[in-house]
Nanobody, 130 residues
Framework: EVQLVESGGGLVQAGGSLRLSCAASGFTFREYGIGWFRQAPGKEREGVSCISSSDGPTYYVDSVKGRFTISSDNADNAGNTVYLRMNNLKPEDTAVYYC????????????????????WGKGTLVTVSS
């Protein structure tokens, strides 16, 4: 059974940092990569980053490039942890963040982690105050 559990959210001031964790089980990187989505209040859920294997490649949407870093614990076994390090946070980064088992794809130059989405976790709330 595919399971994903997020942690690490919280309240932070603008310009601060957080590191989110995603504990994944029930699949390996040979089957799915891991992506991060977020959903801000009143907005649609959007994909923000993805990692295809234990050592990359990695993908980001333009709004988080240079500020967010996705990484894994370099385990290709069935069960691994993926991190999303978020620096220089902005109020517009406020959202519930979800990790997902998916396949990282790029279509027309844009990250697409919806197309082969397998499952996602329940999310962790990130609030950035101004």
């Amino acid at each position: 059974e595919v399971q994903l559990v997020e942690s690490g959210g919280g309240l932070v001031q603008a310009g601060g940092s957080l590191r989110l964790s995603c504990a994944a089980s029930g699949f390996t990187f040979r089957e799915y990569g891991i992506g991060w989505f977020r959903q801000a209040p009143g907005k649609e859920r959007e994909g923000v980053s993805c990692i295809s294997s234990s050592d990359g490649p990695t993908y980001y949407v333009d709004s988080v490039k240079g500020r967010f870093t996705i990484s894994s614990d370099n385990a290709d076994n069935a069960g691994n942890t993926v991190y999303l390090r978020m620096n220089n946070l902005k109020p517009e980064d406020t959202a519930v963040y979800y990790c997902a088992a998916t396949i990282c794809t790029v279509r027309a130059g844009t990250l697409d982690i919806w197309r082969y989405l397998k499952a996602w976790g329940k999310g962790t709330l990130v609030t950035v105050s101004s």
